[in-house]
């Protein structure tokens, strides 16, 4: 569905997410965590980046994501989706690239009704890089018109 995808800048930063400039990202710009913070190994973090959002169409829906990560040591957040399970997502390690929260490398699937949401992300490793986040509905009615 057209619209629902963010530049990750506009979400709220909390503590000490901040906003990087790279020739790579959407518009240039993308968050982190300074690699010289500290990590946060476990839930619940103060680092975080979270938006309100709102979904014109119930359905089932994946989170992809443009991300970047200079190293193993440095590729993982926590999401989350309005109060729901917190997953762990390590990210491919390399330059700007697409790809889609998973949870132990399985694509998270979460079913959410029409109206507003909070998407939530947490510094678990320091440097990771969110360029923007997108909602792809995978079930529901609009996308099972477009398969149809």
Same mark, same amino acid.
């Given at each position: 569905m057209?619209?629902? #995808? =963010? #530049?990750? #800048?506009?979400f709220?930063?909390?503590?000490?997410? &901040?906003?990087g400039?790279h020739a *790579?990202a /959407?518009?240039?710009?993308y968050?982190?965590v300074?690699e010289?913070e500290p990590d946060?190994?476990?839930?619940p973090?103060? *680092?975080?980046?979270?938006?309100w959002?709102?979904?014109p &169409?119930?359905?089932?829906?994946r989170l992809?994501?443009r991300v970047?990560?200079?190293? /193993?040591n440095r590729n /993982?957040f926590?999401? &989350?989706?309005?109060?729901?399970p917190i997953?762990?997502?390590d990210?491919v390690?390399?330059i700007f690239?697409?790809?889609?929260?998973?949870?132990?490398?399985?694509p998270?699937?979460? =079913?959410?009704?029409?109206?507003?949401?909070?998407?939530?992300?947490y510094?678990? #490793?320091? +440097?990771a890089m969110l360029?923007?986040?997108?909602l792809? &509905?995978v /079930? +529901?009615s609009?996308?099972?018109?477009?398969? *149809?």
């Amino acid at each position: 569905m057209p619209g629902l #995808e =963010w #530049e990750a #800048e506009t979400f709220t930063l909390w503590d000490v997410f &901040q906003i990087g400039t790279h020739a *790579e990202a /959407s518009g240039g710009q993308y968050i982190y965590v300074d690699e010289n913070e500290p990590d946060c190994r476990e839930m619940p973090c103060a *680092e975080k980046a979270s938006k309100w959002v709102f979904v014109p &169409q119930a359905g089932t829906y994946r989170l992809q994501c443009r991300v970047a990560a200079s190293g /193993s040591n440095r590729n /993982s957040f926590w999401v &989350q989706v309005d109060a729901g399970p917190i997953w762990l997502w390590d990210t491919v390690v390399g330059i700007f690239h697409t790809e889609y929260v998973s949870d132990v490398y399985t694509p998270v699937e979460i =079913w959410l009704g029409m109206g507003s949401h909070n998407l939530a992300f947490y510094a678990r #490793e320091t +440097g990771a890089m969110l360029d923007w986040v997108r909602l792809e &509905q995978v /079930s +529901g009615s609009a996308a099972q018109m477009e398969t *149809e």
